[in-house]
């Protein structure tokens, strides 16, 4: 009987010949009760009718409760279509999909992506990296972006086809960003599977439910077909050319300092990294100029030593356009360290100073004695968050992420060879290079 599971039993009496013990679920579940009943309603019998679904909560941050870990399980080989809806979208929460993504383009097979813009925040550059790894146009490849003036778009459903005939769902509420995929967000769902019994009905409504987005019949959904659709929901307001500005204190939000006594989850899994084409982030790369005329920067940068580095060295240009201070002028500025954890240290007050070599340093007390690295240069990551103020850490060359941030930058940066390398980079560029930056758990 397909799309159920059933037990059945002598009963013992007192059971009278008429009567049945059920667990119900779905419409082939009562089809088939209807069925053992009109049979067995002259024995006596105790039916036992149930499935197999299972309830997953990140809530108590066991990893095998993130959606991450069902995705690995799930994208295996024998994986023939692909469909999925998510109210908000990132590219750093698509790496277990890629690979899957690749095979079932070199086989033309089915792909359909649903991912919301609510507010027009999605941004332009991680929808064309989807695009890339979707490879439109092709003929089994379809991705729409869901946008409205008054509402959110907010299902999260990721369902597959296999080669048996069978498939799976995950029904929840984790988005397909990497903090929903590697559950740093407290995340809770439903997993279907019809190999362990669950109803092939209920699961084809699954992907129904996707598949009536690309017949016409709704609205706010905007069809991409190619890359050069992007530019005109860009202009309409649907994507965004970067996330939208926060106004951001060292104390994160409302509450300021006392939202830093507040728990902090850290994600169950670590996710893979995603390549990210440089020309998807338009801008990525800030000039002098824009670095002054906004709020939120990011400078990642090599530190040297292994004399004193505790008082990194930076160009006056970094000085001035960054840190907003200039030299010898007893000007400091206020930093922040951010632990491993993704907690705040006490405020730093360094001034910022004039060296003999006519570079400029700004001491930082969060590596006061520690040992200069025996290979490999440390790099600094600073999220400025207002005037003169900066959250900062030092990733060392014995960090599991430190080889994937290192080459990200040396793709960015564009200076002379002999000089440390240091970028200025937009907000949304660092959960690209590093997704798992304790920045964005503040």
């Not at 002259?42 to 095998?64: H, K, Q, V």
């Not at 998510?86 to 690749?102: A, C, N, Q, R, W």
Request: aromatic share 8%; with cysteine.
């Amino acid at each position: 009987m397909r799309g159920s599971r059933v037990r059945v039993t002598q009963a013992a009496p007192p059971f009278r010949s008429n009567t049945c013990r059920l667990y119900l679920w779905g419409p082939a579940a009562a089809a088939n009760v209807r069925y053992l009943y009109r049979n067995l309603q002259n024995r006596w019998w105790n039916i036992e009718l149930g499935f197999r679904m299972r309830y997953t909560d990140s809530g108590n941050r066991s990893a095998n409760q993130a959606l991450g870990y069902w995705l690995g399980e799930q994208l295996a080989t024998d994986v023939t279509g692909l469909r999925w809806q998510s109210g908000f979208f990132s590219i750093d929460g698509l790496s277990p999909f890629v690979s899957t993504l690749e095979r079932l383009a070199d086989n033309d097979l089915l792909v359909r992506a649903l991912i919301g813009s609510n507010k027009g925040e999605t941004v332009k550059g991680h929808v064309a990296q989807l695009v890339r790894h979707l490879r439109l146009p092709r003929a089994g490849a379809y991705l729409g972006i869901t946008s409205y003036a008054d509402s959110f778009y907010h299902p999260k459903i990721y369902h597959l086809c296999r080669t048996d005939g069978s498939q799976a769902a995950y029904i929840g509420s984790a988005n397909l960003t990497a903090s929903g995929v590697n559950a740093r967000h407290v995340e809770a769902g439903l997993l279907l599977d019809s190999r362990e019994g669950d109803s092939l009905d209920v699961l084809n409504e699954i992907a129904a439910s996707v598949d009536v987005w690309f017949d016409g019949s709704r609205s706010g959904i905007e069809i991409v077909e190619r890359l050069d659709d992007l530019n005109a929901l860009e202009e309409a307001g649907v994507l965004a050319s970067a996330p939208p500005e926060r106004t951001s204190s060292p104390g994160g939000g409302q509450g300021g300092q006392n939202r830093n006594q507040r728990p902090r989850l850290q994600p169950l899994i670590q996710l893979p990294s995603i390549s990210v084409s440089p020309e998807d982030l338009p801008g990525a790369v800030m000039t002098p100029e824009e670095v002054v005329g906004t709020i939120e920067a990011v400078l990642v940068a090599e530190i040297s030593g292994p004399g004193r580095w505790q008082q990194a060295t930076f160009l006056l240009s970094i000085c001035r356009s960054f840190f907003q201070a200039e030299p010898g002028t007893n000007q400091r500025v206020s930093l922040y360290h951010v632990t491993a954890d993704g907690s705040l240290g006490p405020e730093e007050s360094p001034e910022v100073r004039t060296k003999r070599s006519q570079n400029y340093s700004i001491e930082l007390g969060a590596v006061s004695g520690v040992p200069y690295p025996t290979s490999g240069k440390p790099i600094g990551i600073f999220l400025r968050t207002g005037y003169r103020n900066s959250r900062y850490l030092i990733l060392m060359p014995d960090h599991s992420d430190y080889e994937q941030v290192s080459t990200r930058l040396s793709e960015m940066y564009s200076g002379p060879s002999h000089q440390n390398k240091r970028v200025i980079i937009t907000r949304e560029r660092p959960s690209a290079i590093w997704p798992d930056c304790p920045f964005w758990q503040l």
